[in-house]
C-alpha cells in the first residue's frame, strides 16, 4: 500500500459527460502528480501541484483540469469526454519535487 | 516526446537468468528513477540514482549511470516469476517533473 488514494477504481461513462476522479496523497506529501497512461500512449503527464500550487503542466488537454486543495487533496476534472480519454488516470504523491513518486492505485475510465 | 526511453521494449527470459533494461534520455537530470507496474496497477518505486552517483544497489538490483552518455541501465539478477511487470524510467530534470518512458515488458518465464 503506497498510503495514496484514489477514487473512484473504475468508472463508465458516455461521450459528453464529465467525471471527477479525486486522489489523497501521502500524509505530508506536498507535491501531487497526475498521470494518464493508455495501451497506445505510454505513461503521459498531465499536471503537477504543490502545495496548492500548480507548477506545471504537460499533454493536457483543455477539457482536463484539475486543483489541489488547502488540505492537499487533488481533484482531476475530465470534460467533454471522448471515446480516446478512455485510460488509467495515476495520480502519484512526494515529499520534495525531486522525490521519490508514490503511486495509488489507478482510476480506470471507459468512455463508451 | 519522451524524456526517456527504455530499451529493449520486450524481454522473455527464464527463471534464474539476469536481465537487463536500458534507458536513455536527452536534457540534463536531476536523478534517475526506476518503477516497476505489474499489469493494471500502480507504479511502484524501485531506485533513485543521484546524477553524482555512477552505480547503485538494491537486493537484486543493479543500476549504474552514464551522464555522459544520457543512458542507464537496471540489472535484475537472478530473476524470479514474480518479476514479470513492466519497467519504466523516469528522469527528473532540475526542478523539474518526472517524464516516464514507454517502459519495458519483462517476462519470467518459470
Known amino acids: 500500500d503506497s498510503g495514496v488514494t484514489q477514487t473512484p477504481k473504475h468508472l463508465i461513462t458516455a461521450t459528453g459527460q464529465r467525471v471527477t476522479l479525486r486522489c489523497s496523497p501521502r500524509s505530508g506529501d506536498l507535491s501531487v502528480y497526475w498521470y494518464q497512461q493508455s495501451l497506445d500512449q505510454g505513461l503521459q503527464f498531465l499536471i503537477h501541484y504543490y502545495n496548492g500550487e500548480e507548477r506545471a503542466k504537460g499533454n493536457i488537454l483543455e477539457r482536463f483540469s484539475a486543483q489541489q486543495f488547502p488540505d492537499l487533496h487533488s481533484e482531476l476534472n475530465l470534460s467533454s469526454l471522448e471515446l480516446g480519454d478512455s485510460a488509467l488516470y495515476f495520480c502519484?504523491?512526494?515529499?520534495?519535487?525531486?522525490?521519490?513518486?508514490?503511486f495509488g492505485e489507478g482510476s480506470r475510465l471507459t468512455v463508451l | 516526446s519522451q524524456q526517456g526511453e527504455e530499451d529493449p521494449q520486450a524481454l522473455s527470459i527464464q527463471e534464474g537468468e539476469n536481465a537487463t533494461m536500458n534507458c536513455s534520455y536527452k536534457?540534463?537530470?536531476?536523478?534517475l528513477q526506476w518503477y516497476r507496474q505489474n499489469s493494471g496497477r500502480g507504479l511502484v518505486h524501485l531506485i533513485l540514482?543521484?546524477?553524482?552517483?555512477r552505480e547503485k544497489h538494491s537486493g537484486r538490483l543493479r543500476v549504474t549511470l552514464d551522464t555522459s552518455k544520457k543512458s542507464s541501465s537496471l540489472l535484475i539478477t537472478a530473476s524470479r516469476a514474480a518479476d514479470t511487470a513492466s519497467y519504466f524510467c523516469a528522469t527528473g530534470p532540475y526542478g523539474q517533473n518526472f517524464v516516464f518512458g514507454p517502459g519495458t515488458r519483462l517476462s519470467v518465464l518459470p
Open positions: 502519484a504523491s512526494s515529499v520534495v519535487v525531486t522525490g521519490e513518486l508514490f
Open positions: 536534457t540534463s537530470i536531476n536523478n
Open positions: 540514482i543521484r546524477s553524482n552517483e
